[in-house]
């Protein structure tokens, strides 16, 4: 016998039916876009009510680190950069800190900062190389500046005292203002050699500045030795070595190929140049053992 159902039986077993379905849909995706909703409501708000911008992109804003307790805004602060030439004016408009303020964030500070050539950062975000116990603490709560170049890492080697270092271990410890300014907020200067209670600098900055403009002239006639002398290719093995001359060697496109030559720049390592023909009676130029005058390839005994 076939059993017949009318209209409201079936309509509840369709009721019971969509209750089973609503009860097996996940809730997780319609949490996840409340989460998502709320966030960027939290992010407008804000970036309209805070000069600070976005509170979870920190440091993009107008003001200083959120982990450092000196509110002095990026943009009134220098930034010096390396190989630019530029001298520091000698009016100043940012934070001076006093060396007690900078001990205050030295090793076992949650927030440490560092200090090079009197520029002090707030390298907070880099806790995993300056936090407490980490492998570049000791240069924390200081001006360490002497030792980025001499790598003497004790209370004689990491001092602001820089006197008697040739220009290009000047150089190296200047670079280092690029290197954090690129991933630190600088906080100001350091009353110290380097710079007055008004942040002005002093004579031994000015020295700094002297050893960097006639670092930037040898870097230069390197630069220009490097084009009139392109570098070599070269290849070696255990007692042999070939060097040779192309269109595009030592990273110099030219027309022409040249021959190699060691290449005798006094102060400088001995390398392999290629050299033109019009240039082989420059007195800086010497012909590699057993390697014929007019050869682009040479191998040469090591």
């Given amino acids: 016998m076939v059993q017949l159902k009318d209209d409201d039986s079936d309509s509840a077993d369709k009721s019971k039916t969509k209750m089973r ?18 966030l960027i409501a939290t992010g407008v708000y804000y970036m309209a009510q805070s000069k600070t911008g976005c509170p979870f992109h920190f440091g993009k804003g107008d003001e ?11 943009s009134s602060v220098e930034q ?25 964030h030295g090793q076992g500070s949650s927030s440490p900062w560092v200090s090079v050539l009197g520029h002090v950062y707030d390298v907070s975000t880099g806790m995993r190389y300056y ?3 980490a492998t570049y603490d000791f240069f ?23 006197s008697g270092l040739k220009a290009e271990a000047i150089g190296e410890i200047y670079n280092w203002l690029n290197v954090f300014g690129k991933k630190y907020p600088l906080l100001g200067r350091l ?3 380097f710079f007055t209670s008004e942040g002005i600098p002093t004579p031994v900055w000015r020295n700094i500045e002297s050893s960097l403009a006639s670092l930037g002239k040898v870097e230069e006639r390197r630069r220009e030795l490097r084009r ?11 007692e042999f070595a070939e060097v040779w001359c192309t269109v595009k060697s030592g990273g110099i496109v030219r027309d022409w ?46």
Avoid at 142 to 147: F, Y
Avoid at 229 to 237: A, I, K, L, T, V
């Fill in 80 to 104: 010096p950069t390396f190989g630019s030439g530029a001298s520091l004016p000698e009016t100043y408009s940012g934070q001076v800190l006093t060396k007690q303020q900078l001990s205050q």
């Fill in 21 to 38: 379905e609503a009860k097996a849909t996940p809730a997780w995706p319609a949490v996840l876009f409340a989460v998502a909703v709320a």
């Fill in 191 to 193: 009353e110290g050699p």
């Fill in 140 to 162: 924390t709560g200081k001006d360490g500046s002497r030792a980025y170049s001499t790598g003497q890492f004790d209370e004689e080697g990491l001092t602001d005292d820089v």
């Fill in 257 to 302: 190929v040249g021959v190699p030559r060691q290449l005798h720049v006094p102060g400088e390592s001995v390398r392999c140049a290629c050299v033109r023909n019009t240039q082989l009676s420059d007195p800086k130029l010497q012909l590699y053992d057993n390697c014929d005058e007019a050869a682009s390839k040479c191998k040469i005994k090591r």
């Fill in 228 to 238: 009139e002398f392109p570098s070599c290719n070269s290849h070696y093995e255990k």
């Fill in 64 to 74: 200083a680190s959120p982990h450092s307790s000196v509110a002095s805004p990026h």
């Fill in 131 to 133: 936090g407490e116990g």
